[in-house]
């Protein structure tokens, strides 16, 4: 059974730093796409981040303060998120797709896999 877990989200002030993990269980990470999207109350949710064989992409609100990896041998996503800002305030998502596995797209339709989330609360 194929199952993404998060974890690492939390409460910090602006300007701090949290790092995500998304757990891949019962498939190998490197088959597969990962995404990181976000969703705040009353918005929907947001791609901002996803990595493949080719690479990754984040999304222009992110760039330069967050930065997605991968370490194949835990069969573990990462999302580094520094300089955080009240406006990061959401929960957080990991989600998987095969298709994707040679060039990933921030379009959440797309991706089959979803894990529960993480909260991230940001505010001083």
């Known amino acids: 059974q194929l199952q993404l877990v998060e974890s690492g989200g939390g409460s910090v002030q602006p300007g701090g730093s949290l790092r995500l993990s998304c757990l891949a269980d019962g498939f190998t990470l490197d088959d597969y796409a990962i995404g990181w999207f976000r969703q705040a109350p009353g918005k929907e949710r947001e791609g901002i981040s996803c990595?493949?064989?080719?690479?990754?992409t984040q999304a222009d609100s992110v760039k330069g303060r967050f930065t997605i990896s991968r370490d194949i041998a835990k069969n573990t996503i990462y999302l580094q998120m520094n300089n955080l800002k009240p406006d990061d305030s959401a929960v957080y998502y990991c989600?998987?797709?095969?298709?994707?596995?040679?060039?990933?797209?921030?379009?959440?339709?797309?991706?089959?896999?979803w894990g529960d989330g993480t909260q991230v609360t940001v505010s001083s």
């Open positions: 990595i493949s064989k080719s690479g990754s």
């Open positions: 989600a998987a797709d095969y298709r994707l596995v040679r060039e990933c797209i921030l379009a959440r339709a797309v991706y089959e896999f």
